[in-house]
């Protein structure tokens, strides 16, 4: 082959793979340029759970109003908390739903969206654990979620209350470790908090001090077309009372 055409051949094909690089962070993960896959961690009622195999909840009906103001199908898939940012860096999803909360390790990773929900932390415990403040938390085993900011802020306290932080990849085995009796308590969300309490009458829950839970906000793969799409209509969900009534759906027996 003659030295030219090599060097052409060399030079197409590195503007070609350059092209892709560039192109990635706006091709979509499901390969359709109209759909959309949001992964989520459906384990965290009413934001996402499970209802036989439909995943449900205030994340799922925000996501799709969203994405249908902005002309998407929603496909959704279900994973690990601590696997979500991870999907959104390898194009295995478009957005995260997952009443996931911006902190500063995750967005160096990926961007956020607006707050669209506001939540705090709680210990939830066992009535007669005699767990009634964060004092009372000395040298007790406590419970978090796996890649969540509760497990950061669990680690926050760790030393001053001498606790064996714990972490499970979901929630439901964490309230599960309570009950056996091998964890004395969790640091779970206000919302989601609320919604074992109902269930599990031998438990109670109060505000954990200190904390910092900034809320829920979309993630997105960095630099996205999409952030100021979904930025612009979550506003204007704001504005004219269509959040409102998604909150209100969901979370109006959590009060
Ligand atoms: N807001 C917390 C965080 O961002 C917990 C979210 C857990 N979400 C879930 N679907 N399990 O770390």
């Given at each position: 082959m003659k030295k030219w055409l090599l060097l052409l051949m060399t030079a197409g094909l590195a503007a070609a793979l350059a092209a892709c690089g560039t192109s990635s962070n706006n091709s979509n993960a499901s390969g359709d340029d109209k759909t959309l896959i949001m992964a989520t961690?459906?384990?965290?009622?009413?934001?996402e759970s499970k209802e036989g195999n439909k995943i449900v909840g205030f994340d799922v009906d925000l996501a799709k109003a969203l994405a249908k103001k902005n002309g998407y199908k929603l496909e959704i898939q279900d994973m690990d908390f601590a696997s979500l940012v991870s999907a959104l860096k390898t194009n295995k999803a478009d957005i995260v739903l997952a009443g996931m909360t911006p902190d500063e390790k995750r967005k160096k990773q990926v961007d956020f969206s607006d707050i669209y929900y506001n939540a705090k932390n709680m210990v939830v415990t066992k009535?007669?654990?005699?767990?009634?403040?964060?004092?009372?938390?000395?040298?007790k085993t406590v419970g978090v979620q796996l890649g969540s900011i509760q497990q950061d802020d669990a680690k926050a306290i760790q030393k001053k209350y001498n606790l064996t932080v714990e972490d499970r990849n979901k929630i439901s085995d964490i309230i599960q470790e309570i009950k056996a009796g091998r964890f004395d308590a969790a640091i779970i969300e206000d919302k989601v908090a609320a919604g074992y309490l109902k269930k599990e009458k031998d438990f109670h829950a109060f505000d954990l001090g200190g904390s910092t839970n900034k809320g829920s906000a979309i993630a997105f793969k960095k630099?996205?077309?999409?952030t100021a799409k979904f930025n612009q209509s979550l506003k204007e969900m704001k504005e004219n009372g269509e959040l409102d009534q998604l909150i209100e759906k969901w979370f109006a027996d959590e009060k």
């Amino acid at each position: 082959m003659k030295k030219w055409l090599l060097l052409l051949m060399t030079a197409g094909l590195a503007a070609a793979l350059a092209a892709c690089g560039t192109s990635s962070n706006n091709s979509n993960a499901s390969g359709d340029d109209k759909t959309l896959i949001m992964a989520t961690s459906a384990d965290y009622p009413p934001f996402e759970s499970k209802e036989g195999n439909k995943i449900v909840g205030f994340d799922v009906d925000l996501a799709k109003a969203l994405a249908k103001k902005n002309g998407y199908k929603l496909e959704i898939q279900d994973m690990d908390f601590a696997s979500l940012v991870s999907a959104l860096k390898t194009n295995k999803a478009d957005i995260v739903l997952a009443g996931m909360t911006p902190d500063e390790k995750r967005k160096k990773q990926v961007d956020f969206s607006d707050i669209y929900y506001n939540a705090k932390n709680m210990v939830v415990t066992k009535k007669n654990s005699g767990i009634k403040t964060d004092q009372d938390l000395q040298d007790k085993t406590v419970g978090v979620q796996l890649g969540s900011i509760q497990q950061d802020d669990a680690k926050a306290i760790q030393k001053k209350y001498n606790l064996t932080v714990e972490d499970r990849n979901k929630i439901s085995d964490i309230i599960q470790e309570i009950k056996a009796g091998r964890f004395d308590a969790a640091i779970i969300e206000d919302k989601v908090a609320a919604g074992y309490l109902k269930k599990e009458k031998d438990f109670h829950a109060f505000d954990l001090g200190g904390s910092t839970n900034k809320g829920s906000a979309i993630a997105f793969k960095k630099n996205s077309d999409l952030t100021a799409k979904f930025n612009q209509s979550l506003k204007e969900m704001k504005e004219n009372g269509e959040l409102d009534q998604l909150i209100e759906k969901w979370f109006a027996d959590e009060k």
